[in-house]
């Protein structure tokens, strides 16, 4: 059985028409997948959905066996145990330090030993290449740094599975390449990642697998050098054609 199991997830915004029609996708433990497709096709719908942000009309999610009820606050709960995820936007509290944003989550949503957690949080952000930033403020922080901040500020919560929504897309380009960085990081780590993102060069590298979506559907998933050299479908074949020319 794989370790995230994703079967025939369905979702629409409001009761409007669905965003996610039977979307189905495994992932093993220390797999790095990568979800690609054009704006609107559904990808960051699947991690906010896979974290309670979003509810299933239909489908099954299941964690290492164990399946996820999105109607039961215990069932969620211990869901959101196992997922962190980072979004596009940092969302740092401006009012406290670098140190300070990794560990409050651990102390005050779990309760930990503050002593621990910020041993941790040091830790974690000497890890994403920030040891000499812990006092910093955001405001004194680049973009890219911020971002490295908010991965640290996921894996601070001990996930077992991380979920990364276009990470990059806020980013001056010349920052784009540190966050890149960190991630590749983590891949060698053995970390479980979900990545949307539009970075091509970075999908065909980092991701064993790769999942094109289109208005809602996934339509093609494989490796990387068959997603890209060689698909299968039309659709992708437009894509990838669309993509690769610029």
Avoid: C, W
């Avoid at 997922?83 to 140190?99: D, E, G, R, S």
Wanted: net charge positive; charged share 25%.
């Amino acid at each position: 059985m794989a370790f995230l199991s994703i079967a025939g997830l369905t979702v629409s915004y409001s009761g409007k028409a669905d965003v996610l029609r039977d979307v189905s996708l495994e992932v093993e433990r220390g797999e790095v997948v990568g979800l690609i497709g054009p704006s609107g096709s559904g990808k960051s719908t699947i991690l906010r959905t896979l974290v309670g942000l979003m509810k299933p009309k239909a489908g099954r999610v299941s964690v290492d066996g164990a399946p996820v009820d999105y109607s039961s606050r215990g069932s969620l709960r211990a869901a959101r145990d196992r997922f962190a995820i980072v979004f596009q936007q940092y969302n740092l509290f401006q009012n406290m330090t670098a140190l300070r944003n990794v560990a409050i989550a651990p102390t005050l949503v779990k309760k930990r030993d503050r002593a621990q957690v910020e041993t941790e949080a040091r830790a974690l952000l000497a890890r994403v290449g920030l040891a000499e930033k812990v006092n910093a403020y955001p405001d004194e922080l680049s973009g890219g740094q911020q971002q490295r901040v908010a991965i640290a500020r996921a894996l601070a919560l001990k996930p077992d599975i991380l979920l990364l929504d276009e990470v990059t897309a806020a980013l001056d380009p010349e920052l784009v390449g540190e966050v890149l960085d960190t991630i590749r990081a983590l891949q060698r780590d053995g970390m479980t990642m979900l990545i949307v993102s539009h970075e091509m060069g970075f999908i065909r590298e980092v991701a064993s697998r790769v999942a094109f979506l289109d208005q809602g559907s996934v339509v093609e998933i494989g490796p990387p050098a068959e997603i890209f050299d060689a698909p299968k479908s039309p659709r992708l074949r437009d894509f990838t054609s669309r993509i690769l020319r610029h």
